[in-house]
């Protein structure tokens, strides 16, 4: 594993670490957080973590190099999600699968998935455990509206989307959960770190 370490700065007051994949993003900056190091927020992404809100840069350089890819991440918080497996793709997935219906709610509901980062909305999380022989591709054409609390896949990915908005995931079914509660500490049910179980109803 390759890491582009102590990192480069993004403006005056942030730094910008680049690492292999989504879940050295999620191991560097849990790591980080429990120092704790002088950054307002820690953001992991796809393959980086930016630090943002940073009074001395070189000194976190200097911190940030303490850490190690095989740094091990500690297990979060387990969080089950109850799911009506009733999505419009569904079938599709199954498909793509080999199995039938049942088969794909038995596969989706008996991996444990770990919330990698944040997404496009506040309170959707990129959910990483999906393997790589189940990946499945986004639609060719986004759908204009895609309702909230649904459950979907897109390549290794699952996630829920906690408001109603456009896209292109696969969706396999709804959920009632509330995925962003600003009245709620924290507001994201699924911050990263968080494990997440799926439960058919």
């Given at each position: 594993m390759t890491v582009s370490l102590p990192?480069?700065?993004v403006g005056r007051r942030a730094l910008l670490v680049e690492v292999d994949d989504a879940h050295a993003a999620l191991s560097l900056a849990t790591w980080a957080r429990a120092l704790p190091v002088s950054a307002a927020e820690v953001v992991p992404a796809a393959a980086s973590v930016l630090f943002d809100g940073v009074d001395d840069l070189e000194g976190l350089r200097a911190r940030l190099a303490g850490w190690s890819p095989t740094e091990r991440l500690a297990p979060g918080d387990l969080v089950e999600i109850a799911v009506a497996y009733d999505g419009p793709d569904l079938a599709t997935v199954a498909e793509a699968w080999g199995t039938d219906t049942d088969g794909v709610v038995a596969r989706h509901t008996g991996v444990e998935y770990v919330?990698?980062?944040?997404?496009?909305?506040?309170?959707?999380?990129?959910?990483?455990?999906?393997?790589?022989e189940l990946?499945?591709?986004?639609?060719?054409?986004?759908r204009a509206r895609v309702p909230t609390g649904s459950v979907a896949l897109?390549?290794?990915?699952c996630g829920v989307y906690p408001r109603a908005s456009p896209g292109g995931w696969r969706i396999l079914g709804t959920t009632g959960a509330v995925l962003w509660d600003q009245d709620r500490e924290p507001p994201a049910l699924l911050p990263p770190g968080t494990r997440v179980r799926f439960v058919a109803l």
């Amino acid at each position: 594993m390759t890491v582009s370490l102590p990192g480069r700065p993004v403006g005056r007051r942030a730094l910008l670490v680049e690492v292999d994949d989504a879940h050295a993003a999620l191991s560097l900056a849990t790591w980080a957080r429990a120092l704790p190091v002088s950054a307002a927020e820690v953001v992991p992404a796809a393959a980086s973590v930016l630090f943002d809100g940073v009074d001395d840069l070189e000194g976190l350089r200097a911190r940030l190099a303490g850490w190690s890819p095989t740094e091990r991440l500690a297990p979060g918080d387990l969080v089950e999600i109850a799911v009506a497996y009733d999505g419009p793709d569904l079938a599709t997935v199954a498909e793509a699968w080999g199995t039938d219906t049942d088969g794909v709610v038995a596969r989706h509901t008996g991996v444990e998935y770990v919330a990698a980062f944040g997404g496009f909305a506040p309170g959707f999380a990129y959910l990483e455990g999906l393997p790589a022989e189940l990946a499945v591709p986004r639609l060719d054409s986004p759908r204009a509206r895609v309702p909230t609390g649904s459950v979907a896949l897109a390549g290794t990915w699952c996630g829920v989307y906690p408001r109603a908005s456009p896209g292109g995931w696969r969706i396999l079914g709804t959920t009632g959960a509330v995925l962003w509660d600003q009245d709620r500490e924290p507001p994201a049910l699924l911050p990263p770190g968080t494990r997440v179980r799926f439960v058919a109803l």
